[in-house]
């Protein structure tokens, strides 16, 4: 585990906190301390992200996370999940089900994503464009802007959560170059088998989140055994750093009823 970062703070049932793709658990500011007091909050940096190491060889993320687990003992867990995170927490559901108690999810479904909307689809393609330009700076406005969703600018999030956002996915692309092989291993017929998942499932969705996020979020709910979805106005792909005392409650009054 040498190669991977992570938080581990307070004391009770295992809360797995599980940051999106190209940010880091620092996306979690607002939410550690506050859960910390009555929970044992695990808080990994995803191998290529924040303060953990690139990949050297082909791996899968719900296998890193299964090994930490492992390696610090925790019995089956809560998982909560923004975008990547909420994908990674989905396939481990999927992979390693004697690890996981709950699973709560913001943005996404499962690993296999699948994009149609427009303006999802033209915000990725400009990410990808200056990611193979090599041009960090148009990179980071690019994927920046899944934060304000398709009826916001920028300018309508406050401040502080946009700069917040653009230091850790800038801090994560500049570890990155545009012709490194991507190492990661798919995880296969995730929404087939979703509907095996036997575990309360909650999804906390931004209500003006892109349709493809929201609808990947709602199917799974709609998937699987035991699942139930709530949006939070006006916060879009990060409801937790736009609005965290509700999101905050909502994820609360659900651990409640677990």
Request: glycine share 8%; no cysteine; proline share 7%.
């Amino acid at each position: 585990m040498n190669d991977l970062f992570w938080l581990d703070t307070g004391a009770g049932q295992p809360l797995v906190l599980l940051h999106g793709g190209f940010v880091d658990n620092r996306m979690w500011d607002d939410q550690i301390p506050a859960l910390a007091a009555r929970y044992r909050v695990i808080a990994p940096d995803a191998r290529g992200h924040g303060r953990s190491a690139n990949a050297t060889g082909p791996f899968r993320h719900t296998d890193d996370l299964a090994a930490l687990l492992r390696h610090l003992g925790t019995g089956p867990a809560i998982l909560v999940g923004v975008s990547m995170g909420a994908s990674i927490a989905v396939d481990t559901a999927l992979e390693h089900p004697e690890l996981v108690s709950a699973v709560v999810v913001s943005g996404a479904g499962t690993s296999e994503p699948n994009f149609t909307d427009p303006w999802t689809t033209r915000t990725w393609t400009a990410w990808q464009s200056a990611m193979a330009a090599g041009d960090l700076n148009a990179a980071v406005e690019a994927f920046t802007l899944f934060a304000a969703g398709p009826h916001r600018t920028l300018d309508d999030l406050h401040p502080e959560v946009v700069g917040r956002l653009r230091e850790m996915t800038r801090s994560t692309l500049s570890k990155h170059t545009p012709d490194e092989p991507d190492l990661r291993i798919p995880v296969h017929d995730t929404w087939i088998r979703a509907a095996k998942i036997d575990v309360p499932v909650l999804a906390i969705n931004g209500a003006i989140d892109s349709p493809d996020h929201l609808g990947m979020a709602e199917r799974l709910t709609h998937t699987v055994a035991d699942g139930h979805a709530i949006s939070i106005d006006q916060t879009a792909h990060y409801p937790n750093m736009e609005r965290p005392d509700v999101f905050n409650k909502a994820l609360e009054d659900f651990l409640r009823t677990l």
